[in-house]
């Protein structure tokens, strides 16, 4: 049994994942990437998808967008953006939904431009597959796009070449490219993992900045629970291609209830804290998916672990109100 | 903390790499990498070395390993200058300091057995015979906590926190005193980064051992160190003892640096002080505070005459014009 879905989601739902699954047919077996993740997101809400290399966090975003690199598949699950099940889309429509109904930024700005176009070209590029304005008004629009991104000198730095440009800089490019068209939802995969602590802290207050005036919901995917703790308004905490817990920022970090969510606050040094001579580990390694444990795929890491979680695949529950684990020792 | 002799001493180091200029060409210009940098550390203790990309930290942490030849300045060893000596003596002296790296794919020779790579050391010191190598290759596998079976793998088939212990086993191997840790964890994940900060804690206090831990992530630093050196632009704008750095910062970039980190606490949401601009080009540095474009305090003179490094109260080491280290008042002595 896979996770099942949260209860449906209210009508004000922007975006609701159902039973999502992305799986790798690789000769050695059955990479289970994603399996059965669900979620929903409000306007203008902010959730964190958090976990470490390999859980299936950014095949979850990728899947969103219809953009599973081979030889990975979708085979099930709803997306349903504004009342349409994307994954029932022809891939015509589906690309008017990137960039207007949902858009992606990477984690390395650097590699996700072109490096022989000025980054004007590929803004206004951006807003021309969208829509039909003249060469002239597209650049215009990149002009002011980049000055709406932070840009310092937008005119001049339209015609500059990625490469002219830091790893802040080009980020910023990337959310003009992003926000272009005017999406809804937001995907920002680990947006600021390449990036200086005080471009960092630029970048998240520039998005921050750009979901309250366009009223954006937001899908922050990273590792960083800094981040997530400043940033989220809801947090997914995800496992092994699996949501083990969700609710909101708060409730995660104040009664964290699935043993690896409090593992991985405690594993984390804090900044003005008390220092502890030795951090709390999580034994074992991040999980190999072709060598997943049966029942809890987290048992042979887990301190709480009893024979039973070899045998039951947890369901993700409410444990608390708004606040679901899939544990069954919660 | 120990307050013993120190073991490294770097006395005004610099280091200018050439740009441009092609292959045969002369240089157009130079990029001051170091820039005039001095510091002590002490037998036993931690210091942590922070700054964003391109400060020249790195760069800092090869020069006191005399892996790279600074331009200028001295580095002491145990009370020598590692300048003054012969080839020979040099690769002597290398035993007793190592180094760790960020990348624990790209730093392992993807054909060498986990034996052969943890060995190397010991084999290019000529340290014992070959049997006897062999076992301390098994007690240093142990000592990081790798199963013995792990001597005959090869790296890919580890994952990247146990690539990162045979890194440490193989610093370890010659049985050095001074371990240089560049960015040792930065790619790990959170789970596998705790384990290794951990083996690091214990193999310092097991083995005595002096560290300089260079890192760019502020709460690892925090959590490692026992002293703290801010770099900036090729140079330390301020240096102290941890609490004293973290709880009393001074130099405006050090508080800038620490209000950007994020605080894992959603209740403490803060207004962060954010820089303008990027980091200037260290070709063409800013005069007098390299740090003055970027400074919501800079008066004139900060345009003007670069500010020493001035070591005031509990050691807490400054270079600021506006906000200079706190006098040693005649209580502290």
Redesign the interface.
């Given at each position: 049994m896979t996770a099942v879905p949260i209860a449906p989601a209210p009508a004000s739902s922007l975006l609701e994942v159902r039973d999502l699954r992305t799986f790798f047919e690789l000769e050695s077996g059955v990479v289970r990437a994603v399996d059965g993740v669900s979620f929903a997101l409000d306007r203008g809400r902010v959730l964190g998808l958090v976990g470490e290399s390999g859980c299936g966090k950014t095949m979850t975003a990728l899947s969103l967008m219809r953009l599973v690199p081979r030889p990975g598949r979708i085979v099930g699950g709803q997306v349903w953006l504004e009342g349409r099940d994307l994954l029932a889309l022809p891939e015509r429509e589906m690309r008017a939904v990137r960039g207007e109904g949902m858009a992606m930024i990477f984690q390395e700005p650097m590699t996700s431009l072109n490096p022989v176009f000025t980054v004007g070209s590929q803004i206004a590029e951006a807003i021309r597959l969208h829509r039909r304005v003249s060469r002239r008004a597209a650049w215009a629009r990149a002009v002011e796009l980049l000055d709406e991104v932070g840009m310092p000198d937008p005119v001049r730095r339209a015609r500059e070449y990625p490469h002219r440009l830091s790893g802040g800089m080009c980020q910023r490019v990337m959310i003009a490219i992003a926000i272009s068209c005017e999406p809804h939802v937001l995907i920002a995969d680990e947006p600021t993992t390449a990036l200086d602590v005080t471009i960092q802290a630029e970048i998240l207050d520039l998005l921050r900045t750009l979901r309250e005036r366009h009223g954006m919901a937001l899908l922050l995917i990273t590792h960083d629970l800094g981040v997530v703790a400043e940033q989220a308004d809801e947090v997914a905490i995800m496992y092994a291609g699996r949501i083990v817990e969700h609710a909101s920022v708060l409730e995660i970090f104040e009664r964290p209830l699935h043993p690896y969510t409090q593992a991985l606050l405690r594993s984390m040094p804090g900044v003005g804290s008390e220092r502890r001579d030795r951090l709390e580990t999580i034994p074992g390694q991040v999980p190999d998916l072709l060598r997943l444990p049966s029942g809890c795929h987290f048992r042979d890491r887990c301190p709480k672990a009893i024979s039973r979680c070899a045998e039951e695949d947890p369901a993700l529950e409410e444990k608390a109100a708004r606040h679901t684990a899939a544990c069954i020792r919660v | 903390m120990t307050s013993l002799a120190p073991l490294v001493e770097v006395r005004d180091v610099h280091k200018r790499f050439p740009v441009g200029g092609g292959l045969f060409g002369r240089a157009r210009a130079w990029v001051h990498a170091v820039d005039g940098v001095s510091l002590t550390i002490h037998q036993g203790e931690t210091l942590g070395l922070v700054g964003?990309?391109g400060c020249g930290k790195s760069t800092l942490g090869r020069l006191i390993l005399r892996l790279l030849e600074p331009t200028a300045g001295e580095v002491l060893f145990d009370g020598r200058s590692l300048l003054a000596l012969s080839a020979r003596e040099l690769r002597a002296m290398r035993r007793e300091m190592q180094i760790v790296f960020q990348d624990p794919y790209g730093s392992l020779n993807p054909r060498m057995r986990v034996a052969s790579i943890v060995g190397e050391g010991l084999a290019i010191h000529r340290l014992g015979t070959r049997r006897e190598r062999r076992a301390r290759v098994d007690e240093l596998l142990a000592l990081v906590g790798l199963p013995p079976d792990a001597a005959d793998r090869y790296p890919h088939e580890f994952?990247?926190?146990?690539r990162q212990r045979i890194g440490i086993a193989r610093a370890l191997a010659v049985r050095p005193r001074f371990i240089v840790a560049d960015e040792a964890v930065s790619a790990l994940?959170?789970?596998?980064?705790?384990?290794i900060?951990?083996l690091l804690?214990d193999l310092q206090r097991q083995l005595g051992l002096t560290l300089l831990f260079i890192a760019?992530?502020?709460?690892?630093v925090?959590?490692m160190s026992d002293r703290v050196a801010i770099m900036y632009l090729g140079r330390i704008v301020e240096c102290g003892p941890?609490e004293e750095i973290?709880?009393n910062p001074r130099h405006p970039y050090t508080r800038?640096?620490?209000?950007?980190?994020?605080?894992?606490?959603?209740?403490?949401?803060k207004q962060?002080m954010?820089?303008g601009?990027?980091?200037p080009s260290p070709v063409r540095p800013p005069p007098g505070c390299a740090f003055h474009p970027r400074c919501g305090h800079a008066l004139d003179v900060c345009r003007r005459d670069i500010p020493p490094l001035e070591t005031g109260r509990g050691g807490h080491a400054v270079a600021c014009h506006v906000f200079p280290a706190e006098r040693v008042s005649a209580a502290d002595g």
């Open positions: - | 964003e990309s994952s990247g926190g146990q994940d959170v789970s596998i980064q705790a384990q900060l951990n804690h760019h992530d502020l709460r690892v925090e959590h941890r973290y709880r800038t640096l620490l209000s950007a980190v994020p605080v894992p606490d959603p209740r403490r949401r962060r954010v820089l601009g990027d980091l």
